[in-house]
């Protein structure tokens, strides 16, 4: 049955697992899309999307509210702004503090510091491979996907290898708020983890400023010392890093790797022409979003796509509707290695907020890709109903589980 525009439920079950069809509703009949009983909008075609990531008087990059599932289905508003006295950094600042805060990061993660980090984040992954293959199987997502990007995290902010299990439990509770779907116990996990988080990482802080390295931590450690930093926002902004670095590159190593172990032919192709794995990773972050959408806050009234907005109002940018807009790219929900311009999606946003670990997400993609293809004749899903399993979240496209067969 198909359903109209003011049926659509972003929380149902079935949108949670795939929310292509969704999307497409958006798209056709309501491209920007309030959500029943809130002042949230979704915002699905290629062309809103992106002029809404332009208008940055308009529509502010500050992270006031998430959408979250009541126990009766319906979807309400959970704030985050504290009546205005939230402190916002790097992918949710505005200019000018923003862009302060970009600098400050951006010299741990330019490309050249970024490549030189291959040799061992190679050795990493094989380690992490034979640790987690098990009897012809592995469970790609806790042995390779989930861990192998929070070892890089770590490595450049400066934090010890031995925490990287807890930083992963850590990371992924600190973004699960934002995807909306929480049990009531489940908050209170999330806002531990969360809290836990922070102090960890302010500890950390505090022992760099007391004799900087050469990593993230020092750098952010001298930024304070010559006061261009203040150390609570220091410290917000590892946080931030955690919880992101770690996620986008999860969901792409193993959203990657769901298609090629559905797709025998592929995966043939990309061993016998291994020149394609990097317009084959531009594919997958085009077609499965790493994160499905980020959050905008309406700064004053306004209109998009002809519909009113309020002030106070909140976007949900759908990165993952508008990545498969055919308007933009034809065949769009078809996987092709020869796309005219690769590049082109939104899957690390756009405009001045693109992302500062793209470089780092996609070399880390690589790399696992590489050892698993260079040590497998071919890989499938295991044939249990429970192999693949999508994290329930309107925010990010990440596998909880992902059971392989290895030949």
Request: with cysteine.
């Amino acid at each position: 049955m198909t359903r109209t525009v003011n049926e659509i439920d972003l929380f149902d079950p079935e949108s949670l697992d795939d929310p292509y069809p969704l999307y497409q509703r958006l798209r056709d009949t309501a491209p920007v899309h309030r959500v029943d009983g809130t002042d949230f909008y979704l915002v699905s075609r290629w062309d809103l999307v992106v002029e809404a990531t332009t208008r940055l008087a308009d529509f502010s990059s500050h992270l006031t509210a998430a959408l979250v599932r009541q126990p009766d289905g319906s979807a309400a508003v959970f704030d985050m702004d504290g009546e205005g006295q939230a402190v916002h950094v790097l992918a949710t600042a505005d200019d000018p503090e923003h862009l302060r805060h970009r600098k400050l990061v951006l010299p741990t993660l330019v490309a050249k510091r970024v490549r030189a980090l291959e040799p061992a984040m190679a050795a990493n992954a094989r380690r992490l491979w034979v640790e987690g293959v098990r009897g012809g199987r592995v469970e790609w997502m806790a042995a390779m996907a989930d861990r192998l990007p929070m070892t890089m995290v770590a490595n450049l902010i400066g934090l010890p290898a031995a925490d990287i299990p807890q930083l992963v439990e850590w990371g992924y509770g600190s973004t699960e708020l934002l995807g909306g779907v929480l049990t009531t116990d489940r908050l209170g996990v999330v806002i531990t983890a969360a809290t836990e988080l922070a102090a960890y990482l302010h500890r950390a802080f505090t022992a760099a400023c007391v004799a900087p390295g050469d990593d993230l931590l020092g750098d952010l450690a001298r930024a304070c010392a010559s006061g261009d930093l203040e150390p609570h926002v220091a410290a917000l902004l590892l946080v931030q890093l955690v919880g992101a670095g770690g996620e986008s590159t999860a969901g792409l190593i193993g959203n990657a790797v769901r298609l090629l172990a559905t797709d025998p032919g592929l995966q043939q192709r990309l061993r016998a022409e291994p020149d394609l794995l990097p317009g084959f990773l531009e594919e997958v972050l085009r077609l499965e979003s790493p994160f499905r959408a980020h959050h905008r806050h309406v700064v004053a009234d306004t209109t998009l796509g002809g519909v009113d907005l309020p002030a106070g109002a909140h976007l949900l940018l759908l990165w993952g509707a508008a990545n498969r807009d055919p308007a933009i790219f034809p065949e769009a929900d078809l996987l092709r290695l020869d796309r005219a311009v690769q590049r082109g999606h939104l899957a690390f946003g756009k405009g001045v907020h693109f992302c500062v670990g793209a470089a780092l997400a996609r070399l880390e993609a690589r790399v696992a890709l590489e050892t698993l293809l260079g040590t497998t004749e071919s890989f499938e899903l295991a044939p249990e109903p429970d192999a693949a399993q999508w994290v329930p979240s309107i925010f990010v496209r990440r596998h909880a589980r992902l059971e392989l067969v290895l030949h």
